[in-house]
């Protein structure tokens, strides 16, 4: 039995630090939902930040848009040329994926500093690429109602855990810190 721990233990290290990131910042972000004030930004801060920002970047491609509180559950309307096409809700926000973004990151962290870089950059990155997720997402559900499904459920998931999963082969194949026996 020691020797399987010896012979994987990288592999084991890599599962239990990323179980242990991701339980944790995920508690955290719990925690923060919990305990949001959503009388000053409804459903939450970050959830109203991207539902304002979607707002801001349909406006730009010239779509009169906005954006309202729904009554009945925490979300926000989107709501284009004056018919409601869209909700945003808390996982809408990216942080879900941000998270499991940062949990892969740390468990296959290389030295400090190009990490930290990475996440940063990374997070970003992924944040921007879900507001502009949401935008073509709700112009495409304003345009072609019907194909809601096939757009809402296989489509932009593709595009946002694709972003991901392109920035994980990126930072293992790049910069993470492999010992040659480990690989």
């Known amino acids: 039995m020691q020797a ?35 009388s000053i930004y409804y459903p939450d ?7 304002k920002q979607s707002e801001s970047l349909l406006d730009s ?4 848009t906005s954006v309202e509180a729904h009554t009945d559950e925490p979300s926000m309307k989107l709501i284009i040329n004056g018919k409601y096409v ?3 809700i808390e996982g ?16 296959f962290a290389g030295r400090l500093q190009p990490t930290i870089i ?6 970003v990155l992924i944040y921007a690429v879900n507001l502009f997720r949401i935008v073509i997402l709700s112009i495409g559900l304003f345009h072609y109602p ?7 459920n296989i489509i932009f998931p593709l595009i946002i855990y694709g972003m991901v999963f392109l920035l994980w082969m990126v930072w293992v194949n790049r910069f993470a810190t492999l010992k040659k026996q480990d690989a």
């Open 61 to 64: 491609f010239g779509y009169d």
């Open 4 to 38: 399987l721990f010896a012979k994987y233990k990288s592999v084991i290290k890599f599962i239990l630090t990323f179980v242990l990131v991701y339980a944790v910042l995920s508690v955290a972000y719990k925690l923060y939902l919990d305990y949001s004030d959503s």
């Open 118 to 123: 990475y996440l940063l950059a990374g997070s």
């Open 146 to 152: 019907w194909r809601r499904d096939i757009l809402h």
């Open 86 to 88: 869209a909700r945003v």
């Open 45 to 51: 801060y970050i959830t109203n930040l991207t539902a």
């Open 92 to 107: 809408c926000n990216s942080i879900s994926v941000i998270i499991l973004f940062v949990s892969f990151v740390i468990a």
